[in-house]
């Protein structure tokens, strides 16, 4: 075995293998030949890759190891780790992209060689894109060749990936595999929120052409940026900022668009000084107390005040309007406890009165980490010299959804192109009525708005109350109503309470929906039963079954694309599908749901079946999801469905480990019966579906009108009487 041959676990061997880890751990015991440990712990060891990879052959559990998962076991399984590996990987795609003809001919001499000329050429392809590193704390340095010798073999194989699926494309998928194996070490920006602030940065519909994010992370923000001009970015982790430097790179035209990227402090030391954008989207570190307070008391950008040391995100929206030309747009993501903690009260005034801070929007919980906190937005504008007309503030509310209905809510289930709507309304008419007010000498908006409160509430800021057509509530609020002792910015405390803002006409509509539903769902309860003794039928497995062909197992979360994606909390929820397929990464095609098509989740031992309507037909199956697609001449799918979810069917088909429970649905079990008696079951499991249905429906419309009945009582807009 070469000496730095590639070490994968257990687990990188189940993947491998497509199997689960437990049936790794059978094969060592039970398989003498079996390789023998390499590396590791005793508890988690690890093994040579090349042996794993011939022993799997010669037993007949793998053919032919995916190229994508070959590359991906050589980079995870890298002698000087997995992020050096992946540095190494960017800069070589990025050879691979820019100067295809040198990377050719680099590679056709040995490994030994080919490291030695191939460190000369990534330092002239880096030095090109990222300009001299002369102590300028560029983030990106070439590797030397002792440094590359171990990657070689996966250079090769990351350039052959690359060929098939993109350069773009090869690298998206090895972060993202790095990011998801290690989800404690980053903190992400999901691609929907990054998209949204990036659309906030925006003006008149165009993308701003230079932006700067200093806090740049994986660099989520500047990617989601369209047709930039220029790119700015700064990271205090050297090998964080590395990678993200090679990500822009590889998503940017080098003759379009100027890309910088430094490594460092940007409170302490910001690589950027004079540096003044069109845009800053900023995602920056959260209630740090390490921020630099002592050492910056005299720093000019403190502009508006000095932050106090519990308020480090307070100096972040400093510096970001300290690097913003005049009129250029600011999107950071805050914590909502920065637009109400009582030391930011005295900057929050000020970023008020001068007209810097145009919005705060509440978004949902689960749009970003911390999931399980409702974060905001805050959107501000570099002021001019002239004095800004009467400020006004606007304030959004999608942190609860108008429409209680849907279940989207939580990570992974929010439908960001409703939020992405409801939002970008509001904001742009905010824009258009700003605009109008400073053409008219600031009059008419604000005498709207101090006349007739009511007028500032609804989807859109300032006009109508169309809330049940969008996930939010907006209003826009003159800043002398917020200079109050506390300053409190947050949105839920100056928006109506659901039943103000749709008023009396609502709750009837809901009280109507509610009495409909109750109707139906009585309608809907199923008949008396007669007890009597257990059937014993003859028994078959979903296992048997696919063997015999009457059914088709298949298991959902890859594939790449667009197209919506049914999620493992949509099956759970009864909710439509919605998750999307990831547009970068190695094409593969998704596995989609076919009207008649059972699904189970595979995770949380529940017993859980959903049969797929003409709604749901052709959205992509996602992660934890296993289809189970019976042959309408052998099998009624609502008779599958109704058994798969009797207690003790998923009780004896279920393995219980320290964490979670996994179902294997091959061992789920049901009778062999012909298959008109088979129908006549599935009628009844479909009955019971529809009466489900009706009672879910049923539980989140009360919810709704107690709710609303208590917040009309409690503000004066419903009477006792």
């Known amino acids: 075995m070469p000496e730095n041959a590639t070490e994968v676990t257990a687990a990188g061997i189940a993947r491998l293998a497509g199997v689960g880890r437990a049936a790794v751990s059978n094969w060592r015991r039970r398989h003498a030949d079996f390789p023998k440990p390499v590396g590791g712990t005793e508890t988690s060891p690890s093994f040579a890759l090349p042996e794993i990879e011939q022993w799997l052959r010669d037993q007949g559990k793998l053919a032919e190891v995916p190229l994508r998962e070959r590359v991906w076991q050589q980079l995870a399984g890298h002698p000087a780790g997995a992020v050096p590996a992946l540095f190494h990987v960017g800069c070589a795609l990025l050879l691979v992209r820019e100067r295809p003809s040198a990377w050719r001919e680099i590679t056709g001499v040995s490994d030994e060689r080919m490291a030695g000329v191939l460190s000369l050429a990534l330092n002239e392809v880096l030095t090109a894109r990222f300009g001299p590193a002369d102590g300028t704390g560029r983030a990106v340095h070439g590797p030397d060749r002792s440094e590359l010798l171990p990657s070689v073999p996966l250079l090769r194989g990351a350039a052959e990936l690359a060929a098939e699926a993109g350069v773009r494309e090869t690298f998206e998928f090895l972060l993202g595999r790095q990011l998801d194996a290690n989800p404690r070490q980053y903190t992400l920006t999901p691609p929907g929120l990054a998209g949204l602030m990036a659309a906030l940065a925006g ?78 989207l900023c995602h920056p570190p959260f209630n740090e107390r390490n921020w630099g307070h002592d050492e910056l008391a005299y720093d000019p950008r403190w502009e508006y005040g000095f932050p106090a040391r519990t308020e480090s995100e307070l100096a972040w929206v400093q510096h970001a309007l300290a690097r913003l030309r005049e009129g250029g747009t600011a999107v950071l993501l805050m914590p909502p406890a920065a637009a109400s903690r009582r030391s930011g009260r005295r900057i929050r005034a000020d970023l008020l009165r001068r007209g810097a801070l145009r919005a705060v929007i509440a978004l949902p919980a689960g749009a970003a980490p911390p999931y399980g906190i409702p974060l905001h937005l805050w959107v501000l504008r570099k002021p001019g010299t002239a ?335």
């Open 203 to 280: 003006t008149a519909g165009r993308s701003p052409r230079t932006v700067l994010d200093p806090a740049s992370g994986t660099g989520a923000l500047l990617g989601a940026v369209t047709r930039p001009a220029a790119l700015y970015a700064q990271e205090s982790d050297p090998d964080l900022a590395a990678l993200t430097a090679l990500r822009l790179a590889l998503h940017t035209d080098p003759a379009e668009c100027t890309l910088a990227a430094r490594t460092g402090d940007t409170l302490r030391a910001d690589a950027f000084p004079g540096l003044t954008v069109d845009a800053v």
């Open 387 to 721: 004095p800004h007309p009467s400020p006004e503030l606007l304030l959004v509310d999608t942190a609860e959804p108008a429409e209680p209905a849907s279940d989207r809510s939580g990570r992974d289930r929010l439908d960001w192109p409703a939020l992405h709507a409801a939002v970008l309304d509001a904001w742009q008419r905010f824009g258009d009525e700003s605009d109008q007010g400073r053409a008219d000498g600031g009059t008419d908006t604000n005498a709207r708005t101090a006349k007739d409160p009511a007028a500032g509430t609804g989807t859109g800021a300032g006009t109508g109350t169309g809330t049940d057509a969008r996930p939010g509530v907006s209003r826009v609020v003159p800043v002398i109503e917020l200079l109050d002792d506390d300053v409190d910015l947050a949105p839920a405390r100056h928006l109506p309470s659901p039943a103000a803002a749709g008023g009396s006409a609502e709750l009837i509509r809901v009280r109507e929906r509610l009495t409909q539903t109750l109707e139906l769902a009585g309608g809907l309860i199923p008949p008396p039963v007669d007890v009597s003794a257990p059937a014993h039928w003859p028994l078959t497995t979903v296992g048997e079954l696919a063997r015999a062909g009457a059914l088709l197992l298949r298991t959902g979360g890859t594939g790449t694309g667009t197209g919506p994606v049914l999620t493992e909390h949509d099956v759970l929820g009864a909710a439509a599908p919605s998750g999307n397929l990831p547009a970068a990464g190695p094409h593969e095609d998704p596995v989609l749901v076919e009207p008649g098509d059972v699904v189970v989740p595979v995770l949380g031992g529940g017993s859980v079946a959903r049969v797929i309507d003409d709604a749901t037909a052709g959205a992509a199956l996602g992660r934890n999801l296993q289809l189970l697609r019976p042959d309408p001449a052998a099998l009624d799918p609502w008779f599958l469905a109704g058994f798969l979810r009797g207690t003790a069917n998923n009780r004896q088909a279920s393995s219980h480990a320290s964490t979670a429970t996994r179902l294997d649905a091959r061992r789920l079990q049901l009778p062999r019966l012909p298959l008109a008696e088979q129908q006549r079951y599935g009628e009844r499991f479909r009955a019971l579906a529809a009466f489900e249905d009706a009672l879910r429906l049923t539980g989140r419309l009360g919810g709704r009108l107690v709710q609303g009945m208590y917040d009309g009582l409690t503000d004066g807009t419903v009477t006792p009487e």
